[in-house]
């Protein structure tokens, strides 16, 4: 079925992870819907543990042994009940995913040339020759210097960066529609991480190409996300545009993580705020805000009753701030309502 003009590329509903674990379920991820448009790119951000991983590997069809309910559609088409089989094809024709660690994709035995022409040959169907020179072709986009050389070697004779460079080249063999990249570049040092950002970027500029980047580090969203997804817990703590994330955080957890960003005014032997306490247990989930046992704006409603994520207009929203029909406005800063702060409208009056 073709999509709908307005529909977005990737259309993710209601999902909940949840794995059987002998301690219980753990509800992984919970009640997630996000989007992401054609050219765009959603950065998910949160701690370790709050699901960024889970999330795409159910989006990718990946998450073995988990119990996934939910739409997740792509270009209009559900993937949610597709067979293993169908799901396949559209993960090596539509969608890719990239990890930290290549050498979790790329096979020691075989060349990386190989690998990439025979990803190619399973989903494009196409000869031997062809996907050989596809590989070559493809190194050489990802900026792998004599790339007909490079594509003869194996991956451990690749540097970090590199090795990072032919997985994208994999990746994007097949002209995928949506690259979702977990931690791409967490292993690297800055200077390569900020060539293989930068390479993604372009890349998507040149194809259109729907980006999912996942991180712990909010420079690295700051740097390349339009839409931002803060995760907490397994849930949506707050969504936005990027430069509303950071110009007007809603959640007292955004602001949290905001804060422990090193500045350029901050003094070197300056120690920079960090976020005490540890992620909520998935296992026996409390009644409340997850985040209330670790928020400095916490009170006794807050362990009482979950707050609902609040759109605020603008793609903006929050599971934290109570916002008044047609309210929103300027300075929400950190206004949680069920701390009994100040609600966007007593901001703004
Ligand atoms: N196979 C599994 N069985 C039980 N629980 C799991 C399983 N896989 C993941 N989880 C749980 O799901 C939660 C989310 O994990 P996930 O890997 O998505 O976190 P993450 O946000 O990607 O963290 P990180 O930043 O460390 O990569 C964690 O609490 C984890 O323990
Ligand atoms: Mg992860």
């Given amino acids: ?31 997630l819907a996000f989007t992401v448009e054609a050219g765009r790119t959603l950065g998910i951000v949160g701690e370790s543990g709050s699901g960024k991983s889970v999330t795409s590997l159910a989006v990718m069809g990946l998450h073995r042994g988990a119990e996934v309910t939910g739409s997740v559609t792509l270009a209009g088409r559900e993937l949610a009940g597709l067979s293993e089989r169908e799901l396949a094809g559209v993960r090596g024709r539509r969608m890719a995913m990239i990890f930290q660690d290549p050498l979790s994709s790329l096979h020691p035995y075989y060349t990386v040339g190989e690998q990439i022409a025979e990803h190619y040959r399973v989903h494009f169907g196409a000869g031997r020759a062809a996907g050989r020179r596809r590989a070559v072709d493809m190194l050489g986009e990802v900026g792998i210097p004599e790339p007909a050389r490079r594509a003869g070697e194996y991956p451990h004779q690749f540097s970090g960066g590199m090795r990072q460079r032919a997985m994208i080249a994999m990746a994007l063999a097949c002209e995928p529609d949506l690259l979702i990249a977990d931690e791409p570049t967490t292993a690297l040092d800055v200077t390569v991480q900020a060539q293989i950002l930068e390479l993604i970027a ?11 980047m996942i991180t712990h580090d909010l420079g690295v969203v700051a740097r390349v996300a339009h839409e931002v997804l803060v995760m907490y817990g397994g849930r949506a703590a707050e969504q936005a545009p990027v430069d509303d994330l950071f110009a007007d955080p809603a959640h007292p957890y955004t602001r949290g993580l905001l804060d422990s960003l090193p500045r350029l005014d901050t003094a070197d032997d300056e120690p920079l705020p960090f976020i005490p306490g540890s992620p909520p247990s998935l296992l026996a989930p409390a009644p409340g805000c997850a985040f209330a046992p670790r928020c400095p704006r916490a009170a006794a409603r807050c362990r009482e009753r979950r707050p609902e994520l609040t759109a605020y207009g603008n793609g903006h929203g929050a599971a934290a701030t109570g916002v008044a029909p047609g309210g929103g406005g300027p300075a929400r800063s950190v206004a949680c309502h069920f701390a009994g702060t100040r609600t966007a409208e007593e901001a703004t009056r």
Wanted: no cysteine; proline share 10%; charged share 25%.
């Fill in 202 to 212: 372009r890349i998507q500029q040149e194809r259109g190409l729907g980006v999912v």
């Fill in 1 to 31: 079925m073709a999509a709908a003009p307005t529909a977005p590329l990737l259309d993710v509903r209601d999902l909940r992870v949840t794995f059987t674990t002998p301690r219980g379920p753990v509800r992984a991820v919970d009640s």
